[in-house]
C-alpha cells in the first residue's frame, strides 16, 4: 500500500516538473520573440546619424516589449533554478569524491547564470536607449535588443541542459 502512494507522488512531481519546463522554455521563447519585436519597433523610429554619432527618437513600444521580455526572461531564470534545486546540488557536488556528473552539473548552473546576465544585461542596454528621457545624441548601440532576444532562447537550451544534468547526476530535487 505504502508503493502505491509514493508512485502517486513520483508521478505527480514528475507532472509538475514537466509543466515547469515548458513554462521556462515558453517563458524564454516568449521573452526571445519580445526582444526581437522590441528591435523592429525601435527601428521604425526616425533617427539621424553622423559618422558615429546616432541621434535617435525613443520608441515608447520598444521600450514596453523590451521590458515585457525583461520579465519574462528573469522569471524563467529564477524558476529553472528553482526547479534544478542548485543550492543542494552544489553542495552535494563537492561534496566527497569528485564526479564528473558533479562538475558538469556546476557548470551548467554556472552557464544558466552567466547567459541569464547577459540577455538580461542586453535587454536592459535596449531599454534603456528607449526610455523617454533620453534627449542626448550617443555612439551607435545597434541591435542590442536582438541581441537580448537570441540569447533569451540561448537561456532555455542551457535551462533544459542543466536540469538535463541534475536528472543524469541523479540528484534529487527538493520536493
Not at 519597433?41 to 559618422?51: E, F, M, N, P
Request: proline share 1%; charged share 15%.
Amino acid at each position: 500500500m505504502a508503493d502505491g502512494k509514493n508512485e502517486g507522488k513520483k508521478g505527480c512531481v514528475s507532472v509538475v516538473i514537466v509543466v515547469c519546463l515548458l513554462l521556462i522554455v515558453g517563458l524564454d521563447i516568449a521573452a526571445g520573440f519580445m526582444g526581437l519585436q522590441a528591435e523592429a519597433a525601435q527601428q521604425d523610429v526616425k533617427h539621424t546619424r553622423v559618422w558615429l554619432l546616432e541621434c535617435k527618437a525613443p520608441s515608447q513600444t520598444a521600450f514596453v516589449l523590451g521590458i515585457v521580455a525583461l520579465v519574462c526572461l528573469i522569471s524563467a531564470h529564477l524558476i529553472a533554478n528553482m526547479i534544478g534545486c542548485s543550492i543542494s546540488n552544489m553542495a552535494k557536488a563537492f561534496a566527497g569524491v569528485p564526479k564528473i556528473t558533479g562538475y558538469i552539473n556546476v557548470a551548467c548552473f554556472c552557464l544558466t547564470w552567466i547567459v541569464g546576465l547577459v540577455g538580461a544585461g542586453a535587454l536592459a542596454m535596449g531599454i534603456w536607449s528607449n526610455r523617454e528621457s533620453r534627449s542626448k545624441c550617443g555612439f551607435t548601440n545597434k541591435h542590442v535588443l536582438s541581441l537580448g532576444g537570441k540569447v533569451c532562447f540561448l537561456h532555455a537550451i542551457v535551462s533544459i541542459v542543466f536540469y538535463v544534468s541534475n536528472v543524469i547526476a541523479k540528484k534529487s530535487c527538493c520536493f
